[in-house]
């Protein structure tokens, strides 16, 4: 059974750092790309940040999170981490990692990913 769990979620102040991790049951991130998506209350869930089987990656220009957050896989535990530095209130949402079985793609369109995880949540307050 294909599972993801997200972790590493909480609350956080303006400026502040997170590390998402999430971790694959059943199968090995390996061979899959994974993506991070978000979804803050009211609005779509948009794309973060992806990371291809061959380590090819793909991180949004919104919200300068190319220049914030940064995506990696540790193939030996089989996880993958979005780490968040200089958090903004923007960012807060739901954070929720994504997998599907590729070779070398890696996009942020949520259709394309079939497996997901239940997703961690993100507060970023003062």
């Known amino acids: 059974q294909v599972q993801l769990v997200e972790s590493g979620g909480g609350l956080v102040q303006p400026g502040g750092s997170l590390r998402l991790s999430c971790e694959a049951f059943?199968?090995?991130?390996?061979?899959?790309?994974i993506g991070w998506f978000r979804q803050a209350p009211g609005k779509e869930r948009e794309g973060v940040s992806c990371?291809?089987?061959?380590?090819?990656?793909?991180?949004t220009n919104q919200d300068s999170v190319k220049d914030r957050f940064t995506i990696s896989r540790d193939n030996t535990r089989n996880v993958v981490y979005l780490q968040m530095n200089n958090l903004k209130p923007e960012d807060q949402g739901v954070y929720y990692c994504a997998a599907e079985f590729t070779s070398s793609w890696c996009g942020l369109d949520s259709a394309d990913f079939s497996s997901w995880g239940q997703g961690t949540q993100v507060t970023v307050s003062s």
């Open positions: 990371i291809s089987s061959e380590d090819a990656i793909y991180t």
């Open positions: 059943g199968f090995t991130l390996e061979y899959y790309a």
